[in-house]
């Protein structure tokens, strides 16, 4: 009898802690529920004496996390009583990290800052109200944004980022091949006709020891990077419309078709998807003489360890799409810091993304978000390490030439940008793979740009 | 139960009798202890299951939280059957179903007999066909999108020195994404099933076989009238299991071309990562999900059916 009556309490005991252990899990999944409706600044306001620790996610690699990890240092000596973990959730991995913070945001972990690679997937956070406006604390600190960040992401009339970092599109070459070539460091102004002969002049050897003129990616900017420079909006127009009936499109598709079975300069497209190839490896490994890319691209330059090569790299702006086209346009993109909305540390999370963002030190390698900033000096201490590797005159035409410029702000702020942008990619791999028309693929980009905006907007 | 129920009856003491007699009282404590695990099951894979099941008919942005979701009705379930690309995927399921397992079970059949009867170093062979199996698929993956690369890989390099000047350009073409993955499929499952033909051969007695050939039964009589019917049940449990795995592929695709290019080898199960992790639309994802739920239980049904009445 003792025995059995043991034995009911300790199965009693268990049972309620199974009951108590899935009470608590139940209230953890309605917490974030609780929390939403919350849109006012409610956070506790942070007393001087109060330790708060912030959790700021992000997709660090090693050379990011170095720039990370010594601005935090220093937001840390002058904020004694704010801690900031910086939790790189894959690293160099932008869009599974993405993934994995939506997950960690929809199931009420604490979220207080996260970093965005691009203005559309802060608008596909901001349009599901999970971050929290800045407008409020730039009243508080009488800042007006438009003076201090080159893109203030807005929905519905509000703020919800702050530009970390400015990017914009160049060409970089391979200067030696460029002095073999016995050709000139192009300049603003020249076009993608050019930028063909270009790479057929810099195409050289056959088989496995070929080097070709130029390398595309396999991403939808590569199938008409007219569209991202010189378009307000790559997908859609003003009216929300979709874009891929732009006659840029016929044009670009047909160049790249050229390129690739005429000219033979360009590695073919089954290739770059077939193989996965890396664009970096492509260019460093000297596989490619020219590379359409962007900023971030400065500083794995001057990364020899983990992109090792001997040769100098000159740059070029972004060519035009014609000889009538407007000088120096590219789109200027960039990545931005948000507050979550469920945040409970919202004044020292905006203390730290001011901090960071108007960070002039030598930890930052790359272009400043903030217009105050200095950007010459920190190109200046991003290529200190190897200055021989840089053809710095014609690195610093390509960034800082005066005609550069966005082509305009666009009003279309939308959460299916990154939808949009497969439809050009599927539709680049049905004009290319399967030889079809560029009027063809372009129809069928349409119908599908069409089907995926009215689902989004019923 | 029942004697011991009449042996606690026994120890019970007159006067005690109340709602909790010994019967009730060992009851309670069996499910208690039943209970952790009912639990468990009720919260890992009921709640999900009911959950899934009321998403799919709502619209839920994975990233506005649970206060986002909305009830819609029969809105997914409409919409799926006029979405092309699901429909597309479903043709591609269909093609990657008719061909690996077919073809997989009849190359595995006919290596298992070749290896049990007339090879030396039965347990090498049985190794290096089970290798692929045992690998993980993404290294199985990497090495074959290496040999299928469109211009410098082995299979296209010796295509090229046969004569053909346009060969397919397999993981990276809109007509072979499907069969290259369906290749890789076939290739990589081999093993297992290798593995379970050779235990029901192992199983067939010698002496059938010597009897046969007494009579004069020539080795393709064997085959078909001995191995093949004897072979039934080890067959019929391959068949069902490779039916329902080939309906769930995943991995391969996801690896390998992303279901690309331009859609080409999308299957639903991608289908479904896509519109859930990708385009957040967890409430359409859950409606397509209960879409494979349904096709997997249909065919699981039919091939019951099937199988019980042939045994009989």
Request: include cysteine; glycine fraction near 6%; charged fraction near 20%.
């Amino acid at each position: 009898m003792k025995k059995r009556s043991w034995l009911k309490l300790g199965s009693l005991l268990l049972a309620v802690a199974m009951f108590t252990g899935c009470g608590s899990t139940a209230s953890n999944e309605s917490a974030p529920q609780t929390d939403t409706p919350k849109t006012e600044t409610q956070t506790e306001p942070a007393k001087s004496d109060e330790q708060v620790t912030l959790k700021y996610y992000n997709w660090d690699n090693e050379t990011m996390g170095a720039t990370t990890s010594s601005l935090i240092q220093q937001f840390e000596a002058e904020n004694p009583n704010i801690k900031v973990e910086s939790i790189p959730l894959v690293p160099g991995n932008s869009t599974e990290t993405m993934k994995k913070l939506d997950i960690m945001i929809s199931s009420g972990d604490q979220v207080d800052l996260m970093l965005f690679p691009n203005l559309e997937e802060t608008m596909a956070r901001a349009s599901q109200g999970v971050l929290a406006s800045l407008d409020d604390f730039y009243a508080k600190d009488n800042i007006n944004p438009e003076e201090e960040y080159y893109v203030n992401p807005k929905y519905q009339g509000k703020s919800y980022a702050a530009m970390n970092q400015r990017g914009l599109w160049f060409i970089m070459l391979n200067k030696d091949m460029l002095d073999a070539a016995g050709l000139p460091v192009p300049t603003m102004g020249w076009t993608w006709d050019d930028f063909r002969e270009y790479a057929k002049k810099l195409t050289k050897g056959e088989g496995n020891d070929k080097v070709y003129g130029t390398y595309f990616h396999g991403w939808g900017d590569y199938a008409n990077p007219i569209l991202f420079n010189e378009r307000k909006n790559p997908f859609q127009k003003e009216d929300l419309t979709p874009q891929f009936d732009d006659p840029s499109m016929k044009y670009f598709f047909e160049l790249r078709r050229t390129m690739e079975k005429d000219d033979k300069s360009v590695k073919p497209y089954a290739d770059v998807i077939g193989a996965k190839l890396a664009y970096r490896t492509e260019f460093f490994n000297e596989k490619a003489a020219m590379l359409t890319t962007g900023t971030w691209m400065v500083a794995d330059t001057a990364n020899i360890e983990q992109y090792p090569h001997k040769f100098k790299t000159a740059f070029a702006p972004v060519p035009r799409s014609s000889k009538d086209a407007e000088e120096g346009l590219t789109s200027i993109g960039g990545q931005y810091i948000s507050i979550s909305e469920n945040s409970k540390y919202k004044d020292a999370a905006y203390k730290f993304i001011r901090f960071v963002t108007t960070n002039t030190s030598d930890a930052k390698k790359e272009l400043s978000g903030w217009k105050k900033a200095d950007d010459k000096k920190i190109i200046e201490g991003t290529i200190a390490a190897h200055p021989e590797l840089f053809d710095k005159e014609s690195l610093f035409n390509a960034l800082f030439d005066p005609k550069i410029k966005s082509p305009g702000a666009s009003e279309v702020a939308v959460a299916y940008g990154s939808q949009l942008k497969k439809v050009l990619e599927d539709g680049f791999s049905q004009f290319i793979l399967d030889n079809t028309t560029a009027e063809d693929a372009m129809k069928t980009m349409m119908e599908q740009a069409n089907k995926i905006i009215k689902d989004n907007t019923k | 139960m029942n004697e011991s129920s009449k042996g606690a009856a026994r120890l019970t003491r007159a006067g005690e009798r109340s709602f909790w007699n010994n019967e009730r009282k060992e009851a309670l404590a069996g499910w208690l202890f039943l209970a952790p695990e009912f639990l468990g099951m009720l919260f890992l894979y009921v709640f999900p299951v009911g959950f899934s099941l009321y998403l799919s008919f709502c619209d839920w942005n994975l990233v506005g939280g649970l206060a986002s979701i909305k009830f819609i009705g029969l809105d997914n379930f409409v919409a799926m059957f006029e979405d092309k690309k699901v429909l597309l995927s479903l043709k591609n399921n269909l093609i990657y179903t008719v061909f690996t397992v077919p073809i997989g079970m009849a190359l595995s059949l006919l290596l298992a007999v070749v290896i049990h009867t007339r090879v030396f170093f039965q347990s090498y062979f049985k190794v290096a066909f089970f290798i692929p199996y045992i690998s993980s698929i993404i290294a199985v993956g990497a090495v074959w999108s290496a040999l299928y690369h469109p211009s410098q890989g082995p299979i296209n390099q010796f295509l090229m020195r046969l004569g053909i000047s346009d060969p397919p350009k397999w993981l990276a073409d809109t007509t072979y994404s499907l069969p290259s993955i369906i290749i890789i499929a076939i290739w990589a499952g081999i093993g297992y099933q290798i593995i379970i033909y050779l235990a029901g051969l192992t199983n067939i007695p010698d002496d059938v076989y010597e009897a046969a050939s007494i009579d004069g039964a020539s080795s393709t009589q064997q085959f078909f009238k001995i191995t093949m019917p004897l072979l039934t049940p080890t067959t019929s449990f391959l068949f069902i299991t490779l039916l329902i795995g080939s309906f769930k592929v995943f991995d391969l695709v996801a690896f390998l071309t992303a279901g690309g290019p331009n859609d080409s080898s999308t299957v639903l199960v991608y289908r479904i990562f896509e519109e859930g992790f990708r385009n957040y639309k967890m409430g359409y994802a859950s409606a397509l999900s209960w879409l494979l739920f349904a096709i997997v239980g249909l065919v699981t049904l039919i091939t019951w059916k099937f199988q019980n009445k042939k045994e009989i």
